[in-house]
């Protein structure tokens, strides 16, 4: 079973550049649910925006994390396809951290929708046919 996983850009309770595991993202299409690395030491859960995190990718999940990850794919290539779209939606997305000061220059939040909707992706197969020769 393989998930989806991102690091921490800028976070109060999360430890920057922590490695976290999106757990699900219920409604709140720009928050979803992770499970990383707090800044006291502990795993922790936590809603945070998707702009707050970098370097979205596939990772197999652990037995332990397992019962808490909801958004799991059986194959390796599913979950690398999520994380692409995830990477290529909130990548250029600006940051601010809690003072107004800018982490993270790029487009705004609500310029990720119509990058989604302009997203295609195509699946390439090649099928040897018996019969061709």
């Known amino acids: 079973m393989y998930a989806v996983i991102a690091n921490v850009i800028i976070d109060n309770q999360l430890r920057t550049g922590a490695k976290v595991f999106i757990l699900y993202c219920h ?3 720009e928050s979803p649910k992770v499970y990383g690395m707090a800044k006291g ?3 922790i859960e936590k809603y945070i925006s998707y702009k707050k995190l970098k370097k979205f990718r596939s990772q197999w999940i652990p037995e332990h994390i ?3 990850v909801h ?22 997305v600006r940051v ?3 003072s107004g000061k800018l982490v993270k220059d790029g487009v705004s939040s609500s310029k990720v929708d ?3 909707k ?10 040897f046919d018996e019969n061709e020769n």
């Open 27 to 29: 409604g709140m299409a």
């Open 41 to 43: 030491g502990k795993c």
């Open 66 to 68: 397992r019962p808490r």
């Open 71 to 92: 958004w799991s794919y059986e194959d390796r290539a599913s979950a690398d396809r999520s994380a692409k779209a995830l990477e290529l939606m909130w990548t250029n």
């Open 96 to 98: 601010y951290d809690t």
């Open 114 to 116: 119509e990058i989604a």
């Open 118 to 127: 302009s997203m295609n992706f195509m699946d390439r197969r090649y099928v």
